[in-house]
């Protein structure tokens, strides 16, 4: 199966600020890939999907950029909402698999 | 709006079952596959299980494969998980997706199904 891995575990940054979460592929997932975000107590949240396309409602604080085994999510300006856990997650190949997370959190 | 609402959870032995439902609305049903995620407690999103709109293929992780089956009732607008042989690494909050037009990501959610197995 393809792991994914996601980099950092954790990103602190300030109110205002820009924050860029990494994943990567073990091997290429072509643009098949989407991120999620999931604030404490709740389901997770579909953000991006297609590696760039912004999901129904999804602000546009929020991209994705990146193809084959790189990825990108970068929030352009940290609101007080957007402090959560993102995940990314890879539908190229059965069985889909996500990343191990990266926790945003108030520096 | 989609809705989707998962119940079915609780405390059951090592080796026991559960049968897990998922109550959807608010879409068209029949026409879309549907996923089962499972998180443990203080851990990350790891995917159980598909079953396409039709019922006609289903996906199952190696961790689960044998011991859990997916299932569906599109006159009942209802998806099921039943787990059996139970283990205490199967306790996690249980999650059904809705599959989008691509079927291998999630693009609502329900809340979640809490599943405890302990002795």
């Known amino acids: 199966e393809i792991v994914m891995t996601q980099s950092p575990a954790t990103l602190s940054v300030s109110p205002g600020e820009r924050a860029t979460l990494s994943c990567r592929a073990s091997?290429?997932?072509?643009?098949?890939l989407a991120w999620y975000q999931q604030k404490p107590g709740q389901a997770p949240r579909l953000l991006i999907y297609?590696?760039?396309t912004r999901a129904t409602g999804i602000p546009a604080r929020f991209s994705g950029s990146g193809s084959g085994t790189e990825f990108t999510l970068t929030i352009s300006s940290l609101q007080s909402e957007d402090f959560a856990v993102y995940y990314c997650?890879?539908?190229?190949?059965?069985?889909?698999?996500f990343g191990g997370g990266t926790k945003v959190e108030i520096k | 709006q989609v809705q989707l609402v998962e119940s079915g959870g609780g405390v059951v032995q090592p080796g026991g079952s559960l049968r897990l439902s998922c109550a959807a609305s608010g879409f068209t049903f029949s026409s879309y596959g549907m996923h089962w995620v499972r998180q443990a407690p203080g851990k990350g999103l790891e995917w159980v299980a598909f079953?396409?709109?039709?019922?006609?293929?289903?996906y199952y992780a190696d961790s689960v494969k044998g011991r859990f089956t997916i299932s569906r009732d599109n006159s009942k607008n209802t998806l099921y998980l039943q787990m059996n042989s139970l283990r205490a690494e199967d306790t996690a909050v249980y999650y059904c997706?809705?599959?989008?037009?691509?079927?291998?990501?999630?693009?609502?959610w329900g809340q979640g199904t809490l599943v405890t197995v302990s002795s």
């Open positions: 997650q890879q539908y190229n190949n059965w069985p889909p698999t």
């Open positions: 997706a809705k599959a989008s037009s691509r079927d291998g990501y999630g693009d609502y």
């Open positions: 079953i396409r709109y039709d019922g006609s293929n289903k």
């Open positions: 297609g590696a760039s």
């Open positions: 091997q290429s997932v072509s643009s098949n």
